[in-house]
């Protein structure tokens, strides 16, 4: 469930700038050499080419800024990813426990008992859970909590991919 979009989006960013700061470069060339011809005065010519090397240092600017903007957005969303990653584990730890009925008297469950007992307990008796006579119980409440957890985490990312995508200007 990696959500590596913001990542490629980021390299792809960082591969394009070097390529339109160099376009941008030769299309202010061309329309200054363009204009120079049309126009003999020196005076004109240097007033074209000052306003176009202010346009064309304004879209280097605007296009670092993204790639900036889109480069911390990846770094948050890798670190969103682990912790909700880290949460899925151990609630998937917990509702393999309860199925194959562990010892609670074990160290190791009431370890992960206590660790996920704070992002469980708003699910705890949401669902009944079936159990077995042998003690084997279906923790559905793990599972819906797993799943909500997944929304979450998923919208979380998406906020995260519209602020990195997001226009300053029209």
Known sequence: MTDDKLELDEVQRTANYESIKSGVQREVGGEIAADA?????????????????????????????????????????????????????????????????AREGAAFFRFIKTVTDPIYSPFRGLVPSPTTAEGFTLALPVIVAIVVYMLLHLAVNGLLRMIAHRKVEV
């Open 37 to 101: 011809q049309a126009v003999r005065d020196p005076a004109k010519i240097e007033a074209v080419a000052d306003r176009m090397r202010e346009k064309a240092v304004d879209e280097v600017v605007q296009t670092e800024r993204e790639v900036e903007r889109g480069r911390i957005a990846a770094r948050i969303s890798q670190v969103v990813d682990y912790v909700f990653f880290l949460v899925y584990g151990l609630l998937a730890i917990r509702l393999l426990l309860e199925l194959f009925a």
